[in-house]
């Protein structure tokens, strides 16, 4: 029947009519996709970003003199939005860093809490295991957008990046769920 309906509108349309009305479509389907965080540009006010996002519930200054405005959606949520503002108030980028690209960035043997804190911001979870004598963070993300996973950063005694590791979210795991 689709095909059908296809043809008969192939037949009835001039092909550059068909062919404005696929682009169209095209566009509208892509601009659906727009995240908020996409919407800002190098050199906006970092003023918008805060009007659009609110107060950021994390600040973090960078090495650069600039400042990195956090929103997190932890405990429950996958995504913190970073914003990283430069010493004169202006947008350098604003992404998304609960993602695998962004975490993949971690250097084991390099990296500190403190450059997991200012990359990722507060974990959902911490915790100790005094067998590896190891301290892990544990922050919730959406892989590929279908995908509830946790990322875990393993940190020495001396706080230095040790291990990382992604495993599947328990939280979204229905053979894992329980009335009690």
């Known amino acids: 029947?689709?095909?059908?309906?296809?043809?008969?509108?192939?037949?009835?349309?001039?092909?550059?009519?068909?062919?404005?009305?696929?682009?169209?479509?095209?566009?509208?389907?892509?601009?659906?996709?727009?995240?908020?965080?996409?919407?800002f540009h190098a050199g906006d006010d970092a003023q918008a970003v805060i009007a659009r996002f609110g107060q950021p519930r994390e600040v973090y200054d960078l090495p650069n003199g600039?400042?990195?405005?956090?929103?997190?959606?932890?405990?429950?949520?996958?995504?913190?939005?970073?914003?990283?503002?430069?010493?004169?108030?202006?947008?350098?980028?604003?992404?998304?860093v609960l993602q695998p690209n962004e975490f993949y960035k971690a250097e084991i043997g390099t990296w500190t809490r403190t450059d997991v804190l200012v990359n990722f911001g507060r974990p959902?979870?911490?915790?100790?295991?005094?067998l590896m004598k190891r301290e892990a963070w544990t922050y919730r993300y959406l892989e590929d957008g279908v995908w509830y996973m946790l990322y875990s950063f393993y940190f020495d005694d001396q706080g230095i990046l040790r291990l990382t590791q992604k495993t599947p979210d328990p939280l979204h795991d229905p053979d894992r769920r329980s009335i009690f």
Request: charged share 15%; proline share 6%.
């Open 124 to 130: 959902e979870e911490t915790a100790y295991f005094p």
């Open 66 to 96: 600039g400042k990195r405005l956090m929103w997190p959606t932890q405990p429950m949520g996958e995504t913190t939005v970073a914003a990283d503002i430069d010493g004169s108030g202006k947008v350098v980028s604003v992404r998304q």
């Open 1 to 39: 029947m689709l095909n059908r309906l296809s043809s008969a509108i192939a037949t009835c349309l001039p092909r550059a009519t068909r062919r404005a009305l696929v682009a169209g479509m095209g566009a509208l389907a892509l601009a659906g996709c727009v995240q908020p965080w996409q919407q």
